[in-house]
T-cell receptor
Framework: GDSVTQMEGPVTLSEEAFLTINCTYT??????LFWYVQYPGEGLQLLLK?????DKGSNKGFEATYRKETTSFHLEKGSVQVSDSAVYFC??????????FGPGTRLSVLP | GAVVSQHPSWVICKSGTSVKIECRSL??????MFWYRQFPKQSLMLMAT?????????EQGVEKDKFLINHASLTLSTLTVTSAHPEDSSFYIC?????????????FGPGTRLLVL
């Protein structure tokens, strides 16, 4: 079945550091790919998405590019802030069926 | 944008009681809603898929008699945890998919935290 793998956390960075959270997937067909963010005690918020190969999703300084050849959708941000501390989930949606989530990566940004 | 609400946002109950959680799509119609469960520091686990006007489809290992799901209208789905026990304590999140979409983003509710004493 479909699956999503993320780098294990926690990831701890200093403010203004560069962030990469790796995400790879296994799926039949051509799924849509998403990054969701969950702040402490809250639900999931859509951060960005990409629906086809080579699409780049971007939002709030975060970017991720849909790489079909490597089945990856790595999340990047050039300069993280303390307020970016959260859990980040990579997910796929295969033709409108249920979402498949990765295990989540906890990010802590220190001032 | 599309908004999904959940009520209550948190609930504490005694063991053996039943708890109902509501999931509403506020500004769109949802033929399909999904219920997830999230344990501390873990990912979301899909419990069931709820289609308006029909029985929910439960994932393997989820007790349908324990977690009753009703999707009575295009804007409301409910999850009832029957005879709750401490091991049912968790964060329950719903999501909704709007009518007429194919490969479409699901919109997530803010979650309901359940604590069973």
């Amino acid at each position: 079945g479909d699956s999503v793998t993320q780098m294990e956390g926690p990831v701890t960075l200093s403010e203004e550091a560069f962030l990469t959270i790796n995400c790879t997937y296994t799926a039949t067909g051509y799924p849509s790919l998403f990054w969701y963010v969950q702040y402490p005690g809250e639900g999931l918020q859509l951060l960005l998405k990409a629906t086809k190969a080579d699409d780049k999703g971007s939002n709030k300084g975060f970017e991720a590019t849909y790489r079909k050849e490597t089945t990856s959708f790595h999340l990047e941000k050039g300069s993280v802030q303390v307020s970016d501390s959260a859990v980040y989930f990579c997910a796929l949606d295969n033709y409108g069926q249920n979402f498949v989530f990765g295990p989540g990566t906890r990010l802590s940004v220190l001032p | 944008g599309a908004v999904v609400s959940q009520h209550p946002s948190w609930v504490i109950c005694k063991s053996g009681t039943s708890v109902k959680i509501e999931c509403r799509s506020l500004d769109f119609q949802a033929t399909t809603m999904f219920w997830y469960r999230q344990f501390p520091k873990q990912s979301l686990m899909l419990m069931a898929t709820s289609n308006e006007g029909s029985k929910a489809t439960y994932e393997q290992g989820v007790e349908k008699d324990k977690f009753l799901i009703n999707h009575a209208s295009l804007t409301l789905s409910t999850l009832t945890v029957t005879s709750a026990h401490p091991e049912d304590s968790s964060f329950y999140i719903c999501s909704a998919k709007s009518v007429g979409t194919t490969q479409e983003t699901q919109y997530f509710g803010p979650g309901t935290r359940l604590l069973v004493l």
